[in-house]
C-alpha cells in the first residue's frame, strides 16, 4: 500500500510541475539559450577529441583511486592539512562535526558542496546546535526555502524573482523589490556579516590533486574564498571520484567544465588551496585545514566495468539542460538531491 500511496504522490508532484507555468517557461528558455551558448564557447574546438581525452584520463584515475588517496594524503599533510576518509555519509558528516566540536565552532558558513548535499550535513550540524549558512546565492534562497537544489549547478533555477523577493521581505522584514540587481544587494548585505563571524568555512572540491595535495575550486560568485579565508578553520568535503594525479589533469577537466555547465569560457573564480593559509590570530599563524574524502560506494563503482563510467562525471549538469523531461518538470520531481550522476 506504501508503494501505491508514493506513486500517487509522485504523480500529484510532477502534474503540478506540469501546471507550473513560470516553472515550465523558465525550462524552455534556458534550455533553449544554453544549446547556443555552449556551441559558442566550444566554436573551434574538438569537442568529441576533448571529451574522449578526459574520459580516459578519469578512467585512469579511478582504477588507481586508492593508491592517489595515499598519495595526496602523504603530501597533504606534509604542508599541515589533515586528512580523513570517511567510508559513508554519515562518518563524513560525524567527522566534520567532531572537528568542529574540537575546535569550538559555532558559526559555519558554507560554499555550494555537492558532496555536501550528498550526505545532508546541514541537518547533521544543525541538530547538534551549528549555525549553517549558505553563501552561493542560490544556495541560501534554497536553504531559506527550507528545499533542495533542482540544478546541479543552479540550484534556483525553478524560482522567479518575485518569489525571492517575497522571501527576502520575509528574511529582513522590509519590504524589497524585484529588480535582481537589488536582490544580489540585499543578500550580500546579509552574508557579508555570516563570513566576519564564522568560525568554520566548509567547501566541496572540483579537483584534488594528489602530487601536491592541492584542492581546486571553480566558482562565478567568489563566496568560496572567503568561505576558505575569513574563518580560522577550512573543511572541504570531496568525493575520491575528484581525485586526478597533476594539476594538468585538473585543468583539461576545467576547459569542458564551464563550457558545458553555462556555456562560459571559464568560470569567474578558479581557486588552488595548497595547504592551510595565513591566520594572524592562531598560534602559529595559520589557519586550521582539514579535507574529508568520502567514499560513500565509490570505490565499490570504480571496481566495476559498467557502472564505474559514472565516476567519469565532472558535475557540470548538462545532462539535465538537454533532459526533454527536466525541461518540462524541473529538478524536484525526480526523487533524488540530483537528477544524474553521483553527487561527489
Not at 571529451?51 to 580516459?56: C, K, T
Request: with cysteine; aromatic share 6%.
Amino acid at each position: 500500500m506504501q508503494t501505491a500511496r508514493n506513486l500517487k504522490e509522485y504523480k500529484k508532484d510532477v502534474q503540478g510541475a506540469l501546471d507550473n507555468d513560470f516553472l515550465r517557461e523558465a525550462m524552455d528558455k534556458f534550455a533553449v539559450a544554453y544549446r547556443t551558448s555552449r556551441a559558442n564557447a566550444f566554436a573551434g574546438m574538438d569537442v568529441d577529441g576533448l571529451v574522449s581525452e578526459i574520459a580516459a584520463a578519469k578512467d585512469q584515475a579511478i582504477q588507481q583511486m586508492d593508491a592517489l588517496y595515499a598519495e595526496f594524503k602523504t603530501n597533504a599533510e606534509k604542508i599541515g592539512i589533515h586528512v580523513h576518509l570517511a567510508a559513508t555519509a554519515e562518518e563524513a558528516n560525524r567527522i566534520i562535526a567532531d572537528i568542529a566540536r574540537q575546535t569550538n565552532s559555532k558559526k559555519i558558513v558554507k560554499s555550494k558542496s555537492m558532496t555536501a548535499e550528498e550526505t545532508l550535513l546541514n541537518h547533521h550540524l544543525e541538530a547538534r546546535g551549528l549555525e549553517v549558512t549558505e553563501t552561493d546565492l542560490g544556495e541560501w534562497i534554497i536553504q531559506l526555502r527550507h528545499e533542495g537544489p533542482s540544478h546541479m549547478v543552479m540550484p534556483a533555477i525553478h524560482l522567479s524573482r518575485y518569489q525571492v523577493a517575497d522571501l527576502f521581505t520575509d528574511v529582513t522584514g522590509k519590504a524589497q523589490d524585484s529588480e535582481i540587481e537589488r536582490l544580489v544587494k540585499v543578500a550580500r548585505r546579509e552574508l557579508r556579516q555570516k563570513y566576519i563571524e564564522a568560525d568554520m568555512g566548509i567547501t566541496g572540491a572540483n579537483f584534488a590533486i594528489a602530487d601536491t595535495g592541492t584542492i581546486g575550486l571553480t566558482t562565478n560568485e567568489g563566496n568560496a574564498r572567503l568561505v576558505t579565508t575569513l574563518p580560522r578553520v577550512h573543511v572541504a568535503l570531496v568525493g575520491l571520484d575528484k581525485l586526478m594525479p597533476t594539476i594538468h589533469d585538473a585543468l583539461r577537466i576545467n576547459r569542458v567544465l564551464p563550457k558545458n555547465a553555462t556555456g562560459q569560457a571559464i568560470t569567474s573564480y578558479v581557486t588552488w588551496i595548497t595547504g592551510p593559509n595565513a591566520f594572524a590570530a592562531a598560534e602559529n599563524g595559520r589557519k586550521e585545514m582539514h579535507i574529508v574524502f568520502l567514499d560513500n560506494g565509490r570505490r565499490a563503482i570504480a571496481k566495476d566495468p559498467v557502472f564505474s563510467q559514472i565516476l567519469r562525471c565532472v558535475r557540470c549538469g548538462a545532462c539535465a539542460n538537454v533532459c526533454p523531461v527536466y525541461r518540462m518538470v524541473g529538478g524536484h520531481q525526480y526523487g533524488h538531491i540530483f537528477t544524474s550522476g553521483p553527487s561527489g
